[in-house]
């Protein structure tokens, strides 16, 4: 990940307001520490923090069209730039990095373009002809982005709220899926998905089709010229990356150049959930393991600087962001520069343990719709933050385009949980992965229960940050919560604590309405708690929260439901791929 800042039609040229946005963008320094630049043209400031992971010997930005009249900052990967270089025949590259043919797109379709990108992305163009200009973000929000406003006219972005929080009249978080105009002076959606009108599907379910699909999504994302590895949790999603990955890893560049060994990082406390299955899965993959352990109070003493990064108050995402943060510390210091990870899959799957009590496919789907909507402002935004505040670049293929399309056009009726049939979460997912023949993944780790992030570390993190806010907030201090924040106001101590941390760093009315409200069990939107009324009495994002679902549920007599009753094998004889052209 990059860090990317622009300041456009500041009315103001001088020395100093260049100094200033060199200034702000060095606040960014951390998403990208391997170079800066910046491009100045009248009173439009284009600046750029690179993280390199294609072509760093050439890539720096920002970057240009042949007479330097297009110009362009970018955070993200293009996966299909090869595929797009090649239909661009009349263009000359000046750099090998995947982002170059952002301007020459541009040049050839004007606005209209942004739908021919296969990645995730960020970007600013200006068009110096006419001091036009152009922003988008990726479909569903992986890399962060936020537009501001000034006083004196000018349009900021930045790739987070502390580049452009000090400066701007009012900001906000950048749609995903969006384009912003200056031309036609707003917004509009240039990702359309059939799914996003929430209409239901009616497409059978293709094992193989997922597979294959899930697959590809996997094998693009092996794009890299730098050192890198898979986050493993030794839950199903990580598992499967993991899985593909090291499957397919021989034979691409990325192997010869730093070898077909595939590396693996885990985080956890003692004794946790995670470390153990992460164990072993990495052991069955053959994987070079990395296991990294922490203690509640390492945890503790990093809230502040990941409320710093991660820029919430949200109370699951501060969980579960604190040991991705721990973790991307220690990976970046091993020099790897670039993880994939699973992200993603519980929204279009429905995985999370709340789908038990969906009371038909038609909610069910609604609420996959829901949840991918809003995942910019939660586990997107953890993923992308907690890793690029070290340095390191995380790659989701779960969140791949043309999967989601594939996985979002199946009949939900698929997806729905009925334990009596041993269908449990993911049950397409895992069934599609269950090769006899082939295995992915050992039987009880592919038929894994969910266990949500901050969970997984140690169902001790969660008791241990309830317990450090109760010594930090007072009952008298509840008791104001209203009054001091009449927005989202904050419904425990934990929550509490956490909201006084953020309010000291981005103190700004438009900061505070960045983040997300509204009352959630076991991570669901406010209107998946009216499945089930004992819920309302139970609001709490931990998986643990879902009573009567959960395993090792906070009531351990209402889990009665057992993850049991392996499905259908489904076997695949399609021959691997062994081979993957990477630039």
Not at 336 to 344: I, R
Not at 351 to 380: M, S, V, W
Not at 388 to 407: N, T, Y
Not at 422 to 441: C, Q, S, T
């Amino acid at each position: 990940m990059c860090g990317i800042l622009a300041v456009l039609g500041c009315s103001d040229d001088s020395q100093a307001k260049r100094v200033r946005v060199l200034e702000l963008s060095r606040r960014l320094k951390h998403r990208g520490p391997d170079w800066s630049g910046i491009y100045q043209h009248g009173d439009c400031y284009l600046a750029h923090q690179r993280l390199a992971v294609i072509d760093p010997a050439s890539g720096d930005q920002p970057l240009y069209n042949e007479d330097q009249a297009i110009v362009v900052t970018v955070n993200g990967e293009i996966y299909n730039h090869e595929e797009l270089r090649k239909s661009l025949p009349n263009h000359k590259f000046r750099t090998g990095s995947d982002c170059d043919v952002i301007a020459h797109l541009y040049e050839e379709y004007g606005e209209d373009f942004v739908d021919m990108l296969d990645g995730m992305f960020s970007f600013v163009l200006l068009d110096t002809h006419d001091n036009s200009f152009i922003v988008a973000r990726d479909a569903i929000g992986i890399t962060s982005l936020y537009i501001g406003w000034g006083l004196d006219g000018s349009v900021w972005i930045s790739s987070e709220l502390k580049g452009l929080n000090d400066d701007c009249e009012h900001f906000e978080s950048f749609p995903p899926g969006h384009l912003y105009s200056s031309k036609e002076g707003g917004f509009k959606r240039w990702y359309n998905p059939p799914w996003f009108s929430e209409a239901i599907p009616s497409t059978p379910y293709d094992p193989l089709v997922l597979r294959r699909a899930f697959e590809n999504a996997v094998i693009k994302r092996l794009m890299t010229d730098v050192p890198f590895g898979v986050l493993l949790s030794g839950g199903l999603d990580s598992s499967l990356v993991a899985a593909i990955t090291a499957r397919h890893l021989s034979g691409t560049k990325a192997a010869k150049n730093w070898g077909s060994q595939l590396h693996s990082f885990c985080v956890g406390l003692d004794g946790s959930p995670d470390l153990k299955a992460a164990k072993e899965v990495a052991d069955y993959l053959g994987t070079v393991h990395h296991e990294f352990h922490f203690t509640v109070q390492d945890g503790i003493d990093a809230i502040e600087d990941v409320i710093y990064h991660i820029e919430t108050y949200d109370v699951t995402t501060i969980r579960a962001s604190t040991p991705m943060f721990l973790m991307s510390r220690k990976i970046k210091s091993l020099g790897v520069k670039m993880v994939l990870s699973g992200e993603g899959s519980d929204e279009v799957f429905g995985g999370y343990l709340y789908f038990h009590k969906a009371p038909n496919k038609e909610e069910f789907h609604r609420e996959t719709c829901r949840k991918i909507k809003a995942l910019h402002q939660y586990d997107c935004l953890r993923a992308n933050k907690s890793t690029s505040a070290w340095g390191l670049e995380a790659r989701v293929p779960f969140l791949d385009k043309e999967f989601i399309r594939v996985a979002m056009d199946i009949d939900p009726e698929w997806k729905m949980i009925k334990p009596e049939q041993g269908r449990i979460e993911k049950w397409i997912l895992r069934r599609a992965f269950d090769d006899e023949e082939h295995p992915y993944l050992p039987k009880h780790i592919l038929y894994r229960q969910k266990e949500q992030f901050s969970d997984g570390v140690g169902y001790s993190w969660i008791d241990g940050l309830k317990a450090h806010a109760s010594q930090h907030v007072t009952d008298k201090m509840m008791l104001n919560a209203s009054h001091i924040f009449p927005h989202n106001t904050p419904t425990s101590k934990e929550a509490y604590y956490y909201r006084m941390i953020f309010e000291r760093f981005f103190p700004q009315n438009s900061a505070r309405l960045t983040v997300p409200g509204g009352a959630s069990i076991a991570c669901s939107t406010a209107k998946a708690i009216e499945w089930d009324s004992s819920w309302s009495n139970n609001l709490d994002p931990s998986g643990r929260a879902a009573l009567g679902v959960h395993l090792s549920a906070y009531d351990q007599k209402l889990a009665t439901v057992s993850a049991a009753n392996v499905p259908t094998k489904v076997i695949d004889n399609m021959p691997r791929i062994m081979e993957v052209t990477a630039p």
